[in-house]
Structure formats: C-alpha cells, structure tokens
C-alpha cells in the first residue's frame, strides 16, 4: 500500500487544547484537547476526507 504525507500545522491554544490545519487540504482542519487527542483527531479527519 502507498502512502502519502499530508503535512499539518498544530497550533496550541492558551487553554491548552490545538487546532490542526492540513496545508495541502485547507478543508480539513480538526482540533483536539491536548497534543495526543489532536493527533487521533487528526488522522481521523483524514481518513474522513480521503
């Protein structure tokens, strides 16, 4: 199976939580309430959008 890399910006927010942006997928943008949620959340809306 091929794989492909969608780079992302995590941008931490002052409560803590980080919204995640897809670069090359301006659609798709997710957030989660800490580094590790945002992580799931992120591979999760990519598997959503593709």
């Known amino acids: ?3 492909i ?4 910006e995590f941008v931490k927010q ?3 939580s980080y919204l995640v942006f ?7 943008r997710t ?6 949620d ?4 992120a ?3 990519l598997k959503t959008w593709t």
């Open 1 to 3: 199976m091929k794989k």
């Open 38 to 41: 945002a992580l799931y959340m």
């Open 5 to 8: 890399v969608y780079p992302a």
């Open 43 to 45: 591979e999760d809306c």
């Open 14 to 16: 002052d409560d803590g």
């Open 31 to 36: 957030e989660g309430k800490d580094l590790l």
């Open 22 to 28: 897809f670069i090359d997928i301006p659609q798709c």
